[in-house]
């Protein structure tokens, strides 16, 4: 009898045991919550599915897609300071800071941000024009010299890697080298002929084909430079915004079939010279030019690059499917878009969740960054004269002189997001973007990402993640926030939560065959706290 039965009992009762919610994390929108834990006291069961909720969630984890790599933001000059600076003035807020913003482990108080974008040379954040060779002629780069960039650049990204040891660093020039001599220019005349940049500074301008080789070097060799410093880089990109030219801070313009020559030239140099491992990403501009720029790169340039970047300003996030259409096995990362001093906390979190930490993802990208990760309250310091961020920028984290710090609204965006994917497990994989649907009347209330992270130990069970933007919060145009009764479907099975408005971060526990499987290894029965399964011998 308990041979013919057994199955049946065990897959009836096998997904009530083994699927329970026991992690929320949560900021709404009135901020009585700010990043802040929720584990309930007792835990919310998977049980057999009845009617759905306002909005019903199905995650389908046979439909995965894209690793994500993380969240962050850029450590340019200016923000690498301001770090610097509050370790000198109150060295526990800025290890306390650093944990908080950092830290991967598991169930920590802790965002586990390991993405940093870091500028070769000066930007629109630096206290001065600078590259890291301003000899005029060195076309060998010989006197290149990583130790131009303030210290505290390198000292702070070693401090954020002690933190994390899965950063990711991903080097990009604002614009190539100021000059070259008009001597080395008479010499190179019949090969290499003109300055590479046009207008002979490091402030707008755009970059002469002729220059391919020289740029190329000069990359390579500022990826040396930071490996000299324990800080190999993960990915290196060609050009921060090559359709743009602004002559009030380092930028550059520069042609697809520019950047296409420079990417196969790097591309080479690093194979054979031991960097075969860090990625070239293409373009790292707006949405806007995923169809004149974006995609023609690719075209012309295809073993290369590993895929291309896009930043926030022109255009809308779902053009980045017309990339994934083109090149379905490359990859995409969103890398810039910067918060404005004086705009609204809430409407900021909703666009910034609808549109990229979300959003991105929803269209294929593997990370999601903010611009600076620290200014203060009056988004300084910048580069005197500039005219970026006209209204000011806001950075991820405000530091303030007397020692103390505020982290802002684009900080518990991605740290919600982040909770959904980081390693469960030490040395474990990033989470996967997986299928979801929303069902039910309020189906337009809610926008979700779903993700599943693998384990180390296989016979533990995967993290099954979502995180759910409420932003059903006007009535006929009058303040009105509405909670949403949810039903939360998988593998056949039903969990229910009301999500307030805001965002909301749950994850549960599940093993890797679906319990509807035919495999009879899925047919055991477990209970789970935090991934750690036990045997329920209730046969015996």
Known sequence: MHSSCLPFLLLFVGPVASQQIWDIW?????????????????????????????ADIVVDDSSVFQTVYGFGGSLTDSAAELLNNLKTTNSNNYWALLDYLFSPTDGANAAGLNYIRVPLGASDFSASVYNYDETSGDTSFNNFNI?????????????????????????????PVRYLSFEATLVLTLV????????????????????VTF???????????????????????????????????????????????IGMALRSMMNNNGFGAV?????????????????????????????????????????????????????????????????????????????????????GASTGL???????????PFLPGTDSCGGGCRGIVQINSDGTYSVNQEFYSMA???????????????GQ????????????????????????????????????????????????????????????MQASYTFPVGVTTLWWFAPETSVNSTNAESYALYSETDGKQQPLNFFQ
Not at 370 to 380: F, I, K, P, Q, S
């Open 26 to 54: 949560q900021t709404t929108w009135d901020r009585s919550g700010l990043f802040t834990s929720l584990a309930p006291s007792t835990p919310i069961n998977f049980v057999s599915p009845g009617a759905i909720g306002s």
């Open 147 to 175: 130790n131009v960039a303030p210290s505290y650049v390198f000292s702070v990204l070693q401090d954020i890697k002690s933190v994390n040891s899965y950063l990711k660093i991903h080097v990009l020039p604002w614009s």
């Open 192 to 211: 290499k002929p003109g300055w590479m940049k046009t207008s002979g500074s490091m402030d707008g301008g755009s970059l002469s084909s002729n220059e």
């Open 215 to 261: 740029y190329a070097t000069y990359l390579f060799k500022s990826l040396q430079g930071f490996q000299s410093k324990g800080l190999t880089p993960y990915a290196i990109s060609i050009q921060n915004e090559p359709q743009n030219s602004d002559t009030t801070y380092p930028s550059c313009t520069m042609s697809v079939a520019v950047e296409a020559q």
């Open 279 to 363: 990625k070239i990403i293409g373009f790292d501009h707006n949405w806007s030019g995923v169809s004149t720029y974006a995609i023609p790169l690719l075209q012309a340039a295809p073993n290369s690059f590993a895929g291309v970047a896009f930043h926030c300003y022109e255009g809308t996030v779902s053009e980045q499917a017309a990339f994934q259409t083109a090149f379905p096995n490359k990859e995409i990362y969103f890398t810039e878009c910067t918060g404005s001093l004086g705009s609204d906390w809430w409407s900021d979190i909703k666009w910034y969740m609808d549109n990229i930490f979300i959003g991105a993802l929803s269209y």
């Open 370 to 380: 903010m611009w600076n990760l620290a200014l203060d309250g009056n988004g300084n």
């Open 416 to 430: 919600q997001a982040s909770k959904a994917i980081i390693p469960k497990d030490v040395g474990g994989p990033f």
């Open 433 to 492: 973007r997986i299928g979801v649907t929303i069902g039910g009347e309020l189906s337009w209330a809610l926008i979700v990402g779903a993700y599943v992270t693998g384990r180390v130990n296989p016979t533990d069970w995967l993290r099954y993640s979502i995180v759910v933007l409420n932003w059903d919060d006007t009535n006929n145009g009058s303040w009105d926030p509405v909670a949403v009764p949810t039903t939360i479907e998988f593998r056949g």
